[in-house]
């Protein structure tokens, strides 16, 4: 089993910024991405930033430029700096992992932290 625990949400005025981080803990195949999605009220959950243990990273196009995905694999951690941030950044932020494994990938998932953007 894998776990995820987020952390660094809150409420920040426009062009602001935030970092969230969240720790990866259990049984870490040496094969894996990082990244965090975000869901809106209403709206889909949608990836925001990704990085793979090779290190290349993938972002949405609403936020390239503004957010930064770092990952620190000696101590289980990922980041997400997000500067600049818009109101449309609202959302509940998740951390995810997708783990190679016998069988195939797994998906596991942080509980989510919120991010109040406003104007």
């Known amino acids: 089993q894998v776990q995820l625990v987020e952390s660094g949400g809150g409420l920040v005025q426009a062009g602001g910024s935030l970092r969230l981080s969240c720790v990866v803990s259990g049984s870490i195949s040496s094969i894996n991405t990082v990244g965090w999605y975000r869901q809106a009220p209403g709206k889909q959950r949608e990836l925001v930033a990704q990085i793979a243990s090779g290190g290349s990273t993938n972002y949405a196009d609403s936020v390239k430029g503004r957010f930064t995905i770092s990952r620190n694999d000696a101590k289980n951690w990922v980041y997400l700096q997000m500067n600049n941030l818009k109101p449309e950044d609202t959302a509940v932020y998740y951390c995810?992992?997708?783990?190679?494994?016998?069988?195939?990938?797994?998906?596991?998932w942080g509980q989510g932290t919120q991010v109040t953007v406003s104007s």
């Open positions: 995810n992992t997708k783990q190679l494994a016998k069988g195939g990938w797994y998906d596991y």
